[in-house]
């Protein structure tokens, strides 16, 4: 199986169509987003009409926990807040539908798929470090040989044993059958490792084999949405041009 992998959209549709081209010329079998199809972003309807219709599994993010009303949101700061209530008011009954019934978690055979560390599903808990990632130790039987993961918006890769955890630092790689694996795969709408750029993944589960990818994608059209057209923060839209 040849996977399309990405996460946290966050209603940028500029760059979701951009990394759709790109998965169509890549010759994919099934497209999986690890959530966070809304928040931040000025077009929450359009994202989620396309990523329900293409994807074979959709991870139930925070923001789109949030914005279904299956997290308390009180605590977030006051711009993403205010985009989360925005988002809820614009969003059409059957998208928020589709929110409401998305899982924190989904398997293929030894892929899995989730938002933020597997540890525990709904607390969306941070992987960017081998610190981070080192909790997943304990729970190392339960894991698939690889899992992927969004939330940070970062690309990372951690190679876990048994008893200490290794960061991959490479754009591919292939699988160890005495590892198991967990890959951030960076975020489609908001990356925040300084590269603009869209951030997508491929994982041959045939080949074991992944691949971390970027795409250009027209980051002032996204930006000029924000500042124009939607009752976000600007620094929502200001943030896309640096990567951060």
């Avoid at 808990?125 to 304990?138: H, R, W």
Wanted: proline letters at 2%; charged letters at 25%; a negative charge.
């Amino acid at each position: 199986m040849r996977y399309g992998i990405f996460s946290d959209v966050h209603a940028n549709l500029d760059a979701l169509e951009a990394v759709l081209r790109a998965f169509e010329r890549e010759k994919i079998d099934a497209l999986v987003c690890l959530g966070d199809t809304v928040g931040y972003g000025a077009q929450p309807n359009d994202c989620c009409d396309i990523v329900k219709r293409v994807t074979r599994y959709t991870i139930l993010g925070n923001h789109d926990a949030a914005v279904a009303g299956r997290m308390d949101y009180s605590y977030y700061y006051d711009a993403a807040r205010e985009a989360l209530d925005w988002h809820s008011r614009q969003l059409t009954a059957e998208n928020m539908n589709w929110l409401r019934k998305l899982n924190y978690f989904e398997r293929d055979g030894a892929t899995h798929f989730c938002h933020g560390s597997p540890v525990d599903l709904e607390e969306f808990e941070y992987i960017f470090s081998v610190e981070q990632a080192a909790t997943c130790i304990p729970i190392w039987d339960s894991l698939g040989q690889i899992t992927f993961i969004g939330h940070s918006h970062l690309c990372k890769a951690f190679a876990i044993g048994r008893e200490r955890v290794y960061e991959v630092v490479t754009k591919e790689f292939e699988i160890h059958p005495e590892f198991r694996y967990i890959v951030s795969v960076g975020s489609v709408g908001q990356p925040r490792d300084h590269d603009p750029r869209a951030s997508y993944t491929i994982y041959d589960s045939g080949r074991g084999k992944f691949e971390f990818k970027r795409v250009e994608y027209d980051v002032g059209a996204a930006a000029r949405k924000i500042f124009n057209d939607a009752r976000l923060s600007d620094s929502f839209g200001a943030r896309l041009f640096a990567g951060v």
